[in-house]
């Protein structure tokens, strides 16, 4: 079982709250990053981290902005939530290039 | 996508029957790997292929890869209730990895 854990696993609010999604692991890895995915759907990278300050936008637009300021720790901030950031946020880590561990993710709904 | 796609989208099958689904790319990977995602949770790692190899087993999974073909597939053998859930496939190189949409497999018991 991986060692990689995301709050809230729920989260209901209205349009245009600032909210954090909060990402921690415990393995001391290097590279964390974050996807999102509607239901069903792909997963789309939208921000990633090769360690402690670095932070690189991924391959999907996203409003959202991340910070990595201790190893551990990889949180997501959306200024303000709209109803087109409703959708599942995945977090995870990696050390090797290759697999990665993944947080049981934090499903989003913006009314 | 643009990074290439799974099929089939779905698949059910009964238990003790064997499951293969296929993924495809467009670009040169270094490895491919195989995630499994049960309903709302996750992505747990099954197993990874390296662009030079060509087949690989895993308890009751098997990859093959070719990448001639630039396509991969993992097959389920003696499928059980328990793996129903969503197989992604996740084609990379080195630090970055893209998604498909992955195929639903359910079986029933």
């Known amino acids: ?23 921690s692991q415990t393995m001391g890895h290097d590279k964390m990053y974050w996807y999102q995915q509607d239901p069903g759907m792909e997963l789309h990278l ?3 981290s090769y360690g402690v300050n670095s932070t690189e936008k991924g391959d999907l637009s996203s409003e959202s902005t991340v910070s990595r300021i201790r190893t551990e720790h990889f949180p997501l901030t959306l ?25 049981p993710g934090t499903r989003l709904t913006v009314l | 996508s643009q990074q290439g796609e799974e099929d ?21 990977i270094n490895n491919l790997q195989w995630y499994r995602q049960n ?20 308890g009751r999974l098997r ?28 084609r990379g190189n080195f630090n970055k990895f893209y998604f498909g949409s992955g195929t639903k497999l359910n079986v029933k018991p």
Not at chain 1, 3 to 13: A, F, G, S
Not at chain 1, 90 to 100: M, R, T
Not at chain 2, 39 to 58: F, P, T
């Open chain 1, 46 to 48: 939208i921000h990633y």
């Open chain 1, 1 to 23: 079982e991986a060692d990689i854990y995301q709050t809230p696993r729920y989260l209901v609010i209205g349009t245009g709250k600032k909210i954090t999604l909060e990402c």
């Open chain 1, 79 to 103: 200024e303000s939530a709209r109803p087109s950031h409703t959708s599942q946020y995945l977090c995870a880590s990696s050390e090797k290039p290759y697999e990665q561990f993944f947080g």
């Open chain 2, 63 to 90: 990859v093959t890869l070719d990448t001639s073909k630039k396509s991969s597939s993992l097959l389920i053998t003696a499928s059980r209730a328990a793996d129903t859930a969503s197989y992604f496939c996740a």
């Open chain 2, 8 to 28: 089939p989208q779905a698949l059910s099958i009964q238990e003790g029957e064997n499951a293969t689904m296929n993924c495809s790319y467009k670009t040169s």
């Open chain 2, 39 to 58: 309903s709302g949770r996750g992505l747990v790692h099954l197993i990874l292929i390296r662009s030079n190899e060509r087949e690989k087993h895993s």
